[in-house]
Nanobody, 116 residues
Framework: VQLQAYGGGLVQAGGSLRLSCTASGILFSRNAVNWYRQAPGKQREWVATLRGSGNVAFEDSIKGRFTLSRDSAKNTVSLQMNSLKPEDTGTYYC???????????WGQGTQVTVSS
């Protein structure tokens, strides 16, 4: 299983970015995908989840600003980030896992920088 995250960049506050995560060896239509982010000097934190069922969950600070979507044909999950704030700055990682036994898979991270 390999995940590849991409789409980060530098944007001004109030702007938008679209992050995507493409997988090989696993189907996002059947497995949940998480997005995490890690700001400089801080611990990695959970941002959002898109479950195989299509249900989504978001961390409180991004509700109403970020959305998740899935393109099953491309086996890609995208995180649309609008109304970006400087505090959204960090490295964003996509993550998925398999059970029995538990195996976690991470994308390589994509940098998001929001300038004020």
């Amino acid at each position: 299983v390999q995940l590849q995250a991409y789409g980060g960049g530098l944007v001004q506050a109030g702007g938008s970015l679209r992050l995507s995560c493409t997988a090989s060896g696993i189907l996002f239509s059947r497995n949940a995908v998480n997005w995490y982010r890690q700001a400089p000097g801080k611990q990695r934190e959970w941002v959002a989840t898109l479950r195989g069922s299509g249900n989504v969950a978001f961390e409180d600070s991004i509700k109403g600003r970020f959305t998740l979507s899935r393109d099953s044909a491309k086996n890609t999950v995208s995180l649309q980030m609008n109304s970006l704030k400087p505090e959204d700055t960090g490295t964003y990682y996509c993550h998925t896992w398999l059970n029995d036994p538990r195996r976690d898979y991470w994308g390589q991270g994509t940098q998001v920088t929001v300038s004020s």
